[in-house]
């Protein structure tokens, strides 16, 4: 009774020891972030495009909400979806419209800030999505192996050999144009990736001595697959994640500038620039600023995510 006493006491005092490690990592990553001139321009611009995409998109569901949409555009320059005025047609930017104006007479700079919400929300909601249903069948392909690992990786297999983009696209004709329909298609093809990359940090986990130990003293395995292998896999896979949070805007954006997502008139950073390019050069601004505005946030995050990358990588190294 002693020996298992000492034993379970060990196994507190590993866990002890592992919290406090994942503390000091945290203190010593947010460090690094905050000195380096590549993470802080990428934390801003992220910052900034978080901040006023939770902000717009609160104003616009409480709008919803109280069947208000005007306070949707509160904060706005000028309405986002007025209705079309000749009078305002492509006019160049000026005080009165900071980024001109589109063919319909709408502010681009309020259609932009308006759309932001819509962009963040499909991030998120992609990213979060494919990282359960990848996290869960990698760790299960990983950790239990056998036949469960050889189904689960010929299936990831297949999505993973179509190209990713026309797969979303032949998903979304076929379940139908709108926002729920790109956030399904993209879901589905973003999943296959952290599937794999889950199975290969389950592999090198689950022979790791305190998940034996664990094992041996009858801890759950639900616990052992969430505390210590999900736990311990997710930090380098979070550097993965930060930067497909900017490839997932561009993929977003890029089905809009196809036509599939977001429908008229409510605007997408996608489709305006798709629309602008009938216009161009006269127009230059009608496709410039939302263009520009989808590569400053996808830099952002790539920024972020790369010096994010750096810490892992010397994690690993040390």
């Known amino acids: 009774m002693d020996i298992i006493k000492k034993a379970l006491g060990f196994r507190g005092d590993v866990d002890a020891q592992a919290s406090t490690n994942r503390s000091s990592q945290n203190l010593s990553t947010f460090y690094y972030l905050r000195h380096k001139k590549e993470a ?23 709008g919803d909400y109280l069947r208000k949409p005007s306070l949707g555009w509160v904060l706005l320059p000028h309405d986002p979806i007025a209705s079309p005025n000749i009078a305002t047609s492509l006019l160049p930017p000026s005080l009165s419209y900071p980024l001109g104006t589109n063919f319909e007479g709408q502010d681009i700079l309020s259609r932009l800030m308006y759309a932001a919400p819509k962009d963040a929300m499909a991030a998120f909601l992609v990213v979060v999505s494919a990282v359960i249903v990848g996290g869960l069948l990698g760790i299960a392909a990983g950790y239990y192996g056998g036949w469960i690992d050889e189904i689960l990786m010929r299936l990831t297999d297949a999505f993973l050999a179509i190209p990713g983009l026309i797969l979303a696209i032949a998903l979304s004709i076929l379940i139908g144009p709108g926002f729920n329909s790109v956030l399904i298609s993209l879901t589905i093809i973003w999943w296959p990736v952290y599937a794999r990359l889950f199975r290969g940090q389950t592999l090198t986990l689950k022979y790791r001595g305190f998940v034996e130990i664990s094992r041996l003293f009858g801890v759950s395995e639900f616990k052992v697959l969430f505390k210590h292998i999900f736990m311990n896999a997710v930090d380098p896979i979070i550097a993965y994640m930060a930067l497909d949070f900017g490839t997932v805007i561009l993929t977003y954006s890029t089905l809009a500038f196809l036509g599939i997502g977001v429908q008229p008139p409510y605007p997408e950073w996608g489709s305006m620039a798709s629309n602008g390019l009938s216009f161009f050069p006269r ?31 010397g994690r690993v190294v040390d």
């Open 283 to 313: 127009a230059w601004w009608y496709t410039f600023f939302p263009s520009l505005t989808i590569l400053l946030v996808v830099i952002g995050f790539i920024l972020f995510g790369d010096s994010f990358q750096d810490v892992i990588s």
């Open 40 to 62: 802080i321009v990428g934390m801003t611009i992220i910052t900034v495009f978080v901040v006023w995409s939770v902000i717009e998109g609160s104003l616009q569901l409480i």
